[in-house]
């Protein structure tokens, strides 16, 4: 049974930071592409950051280049968002994903999470 399940989300105020974990389970983690995407209410899940098998290439988005990282752990199946300087915009629901492909779009992720919120305050 395929698990992606994210924790470390909360509220944090604006220039705060947090750091996001998404621990897989049912599938070879080293095997995908691991993402992390958000979603803010009222609007379409976005891309955030995107790392390789290894961790070796890393991608993200124009918005958060510089003050977020994603890095894994293949030993522990687990994915990791460190983010800084945080904005009261980028509040919403955090989701890892897993997929097999270089990509922004949500539809190339084949297993997702059921999402960890955050809050920033103005």
């Known amino acids: 049974q395929v698990q992606l399940v994210e924790s470390g989300g909360g509220l944090v105020p604006a220039g705060g930071s947090l750091r996001l974990s998404c621990e897989a389970s049912?599938?070879?983690?080293?095997?995908?592409?691991m993402s992390w995407f958000r979603q803010a209410p009222g609007k379409e899940r976005e891309f955030v950051a995107q790392?390789?098998?290894?961790?070796?290439?890393?991608y993200y988005s124009d918005s958060v280049k510089g003050r977020f990282t994603i890095s894994r752990d293949n030993a522990k199946n687990t994915v990791f968002l460190q983010m800084n300087s945080l904005k009261p915009g980028e509040m919403g629901v955090y989701y890892c994903?897993?997929?097999?492909?270089?990509?922004?779009?949500?539809?190339?992720?084949?297993?997702w999470g059921q999402g960890t919120q955050v809050t920033v305050s103005s």
């Open positions: 049912g599938f070879t983690f080293s095997n995908y592409k």
């Open positions: 790392s390789s098998r290894r961790g070796i290439n890393t």
């Open positions: 994903a897993a997929g097999s492909r270089i990509s922004t779009r949500s539809t190339d992720s084949d297993y």
